[in-house]
């Protein structure tokens, strides 16, 4: 069964520009979230979709925006690009959302390097 | 505000060894626990989660954690290690009510040798 995919895998932008990262949940599952792994630290959330609305927000500027789409696939957009969003960006899918116990499954992740 | 302790950058271990990773938690209410994996340029690759029940917990390639409630602590086990276990670890909390945020530790790294 295909794991979770995200594209690109590596991207390098510029500061001030626009990124758009898109991840493919795992069949069946409805939940997407989205995370930052500066390097060094542990994932910090960002976002959680659940049924293409949004269940939570972490503590990140509004720069950063998602969606998510009928066929549950989501994307993380990140305006006006800083010098410190260079990170691995994750993305996960469960099968449900506020059900915390269900686990949730990361893609492999996109590398995004600002400078 | 949850928040999640990883007490050790590194752990070292001798193949066949026991090792232990550590963690302790805060979270308002009753956790959810989970620990995760991460190889170098990889995602997170779950291992285990405490939900509620059995206090020992057991997971995916013979690691197991043991939840204590008195103490906040998840500590990651596994009775004889193996060079292939050397990675990244990681320990997350998230609350039983409300949405599911994930909240990360920020690693330990183990590194067993041969």
């Known amino acids: 069964d295909a794991g979770v995919t995200q594209s690109p895998t590596h991207l390098i932008k510029t500061r001030g520009q626009h990124v758009t990262l898109r991840c493919s949940p795992i069949?069946?599952?409805?939940?997407v979230s989205w995370y930052q792994q500066v390097l060094g630290q542990g994932p910090q959330f960002i976002f959680q979709?659940?049924?293409?609305?949004?269940?939570g927000r972490g503590n990140f500027p509004d720069r950063f925006s998602a969606r998510q789409f009928p066929n549950y696939s989501s994307e993380l957009n990140v305006n006006a690009l800083l010098l410190g969003d260079s990170a691995l960006y994750l993305c996960?899918?469960?099968?449900?959302?506020?059900?915390?116990?269900?686990?949730?499954?990361f893609g492999p992740g996109t590398r995004l390097t600002v400078l | 505000a949850q928040s999640v302790a990883q007490p050790e950058d590194q752990v070292n271990v001798a193949e066949g060894n026991p090792l232990t990773v550590k963690c302790t938690y805060s979270v308002s209410g009753n956790p959810y626990l989970f620990w995760y994996v991460q190889y170098p340029n990889r995602g997170l690759q779950f291992l285990l989660k405490y939900i509620t029940g059995d206090n020992l917990v057991k997971g995916s390639y013979g690691f197991e954690a043991e939840f204590n409630k008195s103490q906040t602590s998840f500590h990651l086990k596994k009775p004889s290690a193996l060079v292939s276990d050397s990675a990244l670890y990681f320990c997350?909390?998230?609350?039983?009510?409300?949405?599911?945020?994930?909240?990360f530790g920020t690693g330990t790294r183990l590194l067993v040798s041969p």
């Open positions: 996960a899918s469960s099968f449900l959302s506020g059900r915390g116990y269900n686990e949730q499954f």
């Open positions: 997350a909390v998230t609350p039983s009510t409300g949405f599911q945020k994930l909240v």
């Open positions: 069949s069946g599952h409805k939940s």
């Open positions: 979709y659940y049924e293409k609305e949004e269940r």
